[in-house]
């Protein structure tokens, strides 16, 4: 039988990063997966709780929750996203004090996946069928690595890209600086700490930095940009579907 | 000496903008912490049992915290058995009163200090300069800073933010050090040894904290490297010692653990080089006279809160500041805290209460490798986020991420956050709300992002 998912393409991938996510449908599709976009979803409201209005994240994690009813495993192409789901989620729920959110809530949160989860752990594959014959810097990025716990996942599927050589960088698990709204709110700190990790990306050697997380390639990439660096940020995803253009 | 230092609490946006101007700081901050992050991995990882060690510790703190009321009268009962005095104090006043009326009953000038994060807490020093009472600091880093008259940058390594030829410079100034004395640490430490000896041998009164509490027995214990504080805990007649009241161990087995994690932890050696513990007082070996201030200050407020109470559990390693990026970058002072860092962004608001130090739990990207290094696993990462949502929000923040929420709970408010994305009007919206123009603060080092024409649901709805 053909496996099936839902997508969750996550807000800011969905209206700011669609690349990323367009690049997910290929590849599930690609690999033979049948994929569904339930349209009632919005964001799961990890800004909201993280900026101190957990109350507020409310109505997102009920729209989450009714988009995903009966799906058997959801997707979703971030770490960080996931890593909210899993810690975040039911909390919120609860403070609705609506039990049946919370029962729904419970349900859904074990058959979310990140993306490169679900092809390792559910499809079994670290080999895509994916070519990109370029210098790639991989940032696993805070909430894949410590929030989400994705482990070595995204490196088994990178070392099994064809052409595709891994570049080393210094202190590569090291935050990036956005953090949300910290990258507006402590704006200095955060970009002192962006400029050492475009210090590590650029002495790399890396024609390419990819990641779990757009938000994290927002950063980065924008900082790259402001340097006129020429190192382009693309998705994970984009590199295993092979849409990078 | 420098200035009481809980209480004035600047922004910490502002503090750190001035800090991160300091190209030196950063260079020995990267260079410290780094060193120390590497020593911490290599002893951690080589323990197959390190895991479980963590969750051991994590269970004592726990247990202590559950049990603090019983803990604390069983510590007394055993404490003042062994013959030494116990002193309550609720606030940093109560606890100060203490150390001066002891002071002046015994007629001293001046004490010699083992490091204490709690008397940098109350503003000891400062306090007892006021009243004519001089405290001399003998950790070799907490020396350097008092001399300079600056607070301690970081838990652990008071000097942190210091590297050695601005050191020498110090000693030059304040120790009468030859002008001709090189930056070299072994130098750099003779000098220093030469300057405490006296200190010790004409001291009469000894001040000290405590990194445990041992109930079962009513033992105090210091854990430190340079064997100063061994020189304060024997030699002087009177010793007196601030406690903070969650400093509590149930029992002398527990400190088998302790003494695994904490020096791992917190300078990356296997065993901590000089442990001190006494029960009491000892006839003919030690102080005659010894107290033990036990310390609240905020902490039986902070232990009523379910989720921040946690923050009441370290035991002051400091692995979560090396560790911390923010920290690394900022260094400690920005904290405007004795207890800086990830930690200190937990703890400070809530033991200073409602009101105080609310920029904090803003002072972190959230990249949870606190949580992962803390040894007894204290989540800080959920308790920052829990703080967030307890402080206070200005009322134009609150209706833009209220408006935020509507839209990205449906897909018609998909569609629209998509075309405000595009024209940039929630970035705008989100500005007025943080007033700090964050469209300036995000373009100062990083271009916007192209928002493209067609959002992923546009592309799924027409393909």
């Given at each position: 039988m053909r496996p099936r998912v839902a997508l969750f393409a996550t807000c800011v991938g969905d209206v700011a990063f669609p690349n990323a996510i367009i690049a997910t449908v290929k590849l599930l599709e690609r690999l033979g997966v049948e994929v569904s976009f339930p349209q009632a979803q919005g964001c799961c409201g990890q800004m909201h709780v993280n900026s101190g209005f957990p109350d507020l994240a409310i109505p997102m994690v009920r729209s989450f929750a009714e988009a995903f009813s009966g799906c058997d495993l959801i997707v979703a192409p971030s770490g960080s996203c996931v890593g909210s789901i899993r810690h975040q989620m039911l909390s919120v729920a609860r403070r609705s004090g609506d039990e049946s959110l919370v029962s729904h809530v419970q349900e859904i949160v074990p058959r979310v996946r990140e993306l490169t989860e679900y092809l390792v752990d559910d499809l079994g594959l670290v080999d895509v069928g994916a070519v990109f014959p370029h210098r790639v810097a991989y940032h696993p990025s805070c909430h894949s690595l410590r929030v989400a716990r994705v482990g070595t996942r995204p490196y088994d599927l990178l070392r099994n890209v064809e052409?595709?050589?891994?570049?080393?960088?210094?202190?590569?698990?090291?935050?990036?600086?956005?953090?949300?709204?910290?990258?507006?709110?402590?704006?200095?700190?955060?970009?002192?700490?962006?400029?050492?990790?475009?210090?590590?990306?650029?002495?790399?050697?890396?024609?390419?930095?990819?990641?779990l997380d757009v938000s994290c390639l927002m950063q980065i990439g924008g900082g790259l940009a402001h340097e006129r660096s020429g190192v382009r940020t693309v998705h994970l995803a984009e590199i295993l579907a092979g849409t990078v253009n | 000496m420098g200035r009481a230092f809980v209480g004035i609490q600047p922004s910490f946006p502002a503090a750190a903008r001035e800090a991160l101007k300091d190209s030196q700081l950063r260079t020995n901050l990267a260079h410290a912490t780094g060193t120390i992050r590497g020593k911490r991995a290599r002893v951690t990882e080589e323990l197959p049992d390190w895991e479980f060690l963590r969750e051991a510790a994590r269970g004592i703190k726990q247990q202590t915290l559950a049990d603090l009321a019983d803990l604390l009268v069983e510590f007394e009962k055993n404490a003042q058995a062994a013959g030494a005095i116990v002193h309550w104090a609720s606030s940093a006043e109560e606890a100060i009163a203490v150390v001066r009326e002891v002071a002046e009953r015994h007629g001293v000038e001046s004490f010699v200090k083992v490091k204490s994060l709690t008397t940098d807490e109350i503003g000891l020093n400062e306090a007892m300069n006021a009243v004519g009472v001089d405290a001399y600091e003998t950790d070799l880093a907490e020396l350097i800073v008092q001399i300079a008259n600056e607070h301690p940058s970081h838990v652990l390594v008071p000097a942190i933010h210091k590297n050695r030829s601005q050191i020498r410079d110090l000693f030059i100034e304040h120790l009468g050090a030859n002008e001709d004395t090189v930056d070299d640490p072994a130098v750099l430490a003779s000098i220093a040894r030469a300057h405490l000896r006296s200190r010790f041998l004409d001291a009469k009164m000894a001040v000290s904290g405590a990194n445990f509490a041992i109930a079962d027995t009513g033992s105090l214990v210091v854990v430190e490297s340079e064997g100063n504080g061994r020189m304060c805990l024997t030699l002087p007649e009177v010793l007196v010692s601030i406690v903070g009241i969650e400093k509590i161990i149930p029992s002398w087995e527990d400190l088998e653990v302790m003494m695994q994690v904490l020096p791992r932890s917190s300078t990356g050696e296997r065993m901590n080089p000089y442990t001190t513990i006494w029960t009491g007082t000892a006839e003919h070996d030690g102080p005659a006279e010894v107290h033990i201030v036990l310390l609240d200050n905020g902490r039986s407020r902070t232990l009523a809160e379910p989720v921040g109470r946690d923050a009441l559990m370290c035991i002051r390693c400091s692995a979560c500041m090396n560790v911390c990026p923010v920290y690394e970058r900022t260094g400690g002072h920005a904290y405007g805290s004795v207890y800086p860092g990830p930690i200190g962004a937990i703890l400070t608001p809530q033991l200073l209460g409602p009101g105080q130090a609310e920029t904090l739990p803003y002072a972190s990207t959230l990249c949870g490798a606190c949580y992962d290094v803390c040894p007894v696993m204290i989540d800080i990462p959920s308790i920052l986020v829990h703080l967030r949502a307890t402080g206070p929000h200005g009322g134009t923040e609150k209706a833009a991420f209220a408006e935020v929420a509507r839209t990205l709970s449906n897909a018609r408010g998909m569609r629209r956050a998509h075309r405000w994305a595009r024209f940039g009007l929630p970035l705008a919206r989100l500005g007025s709300a943080l007033r700090i123009g964050p469209i300036r603060a995000w373009s100062r080092s990083r271009s916007l992002p192209q928002v493209p024409r067609e959002s992923f649901r546009d592309w799924w709805n027409t393909r």
């Open positions: 052409g595709l050589e891994l570049v080393e960088q210094e202190n590569a698990d090291s935050c990036c600086g956005f953090g949300g709204t910290f990258s507006v709110k402590n704006s200095d700190v955060s970009s002192a700490m962006l400029t050492d990790k475009l210090d590590a990306i650029t002495s790399s050697g890396a024609e390419f930095v990819t990641s | -």
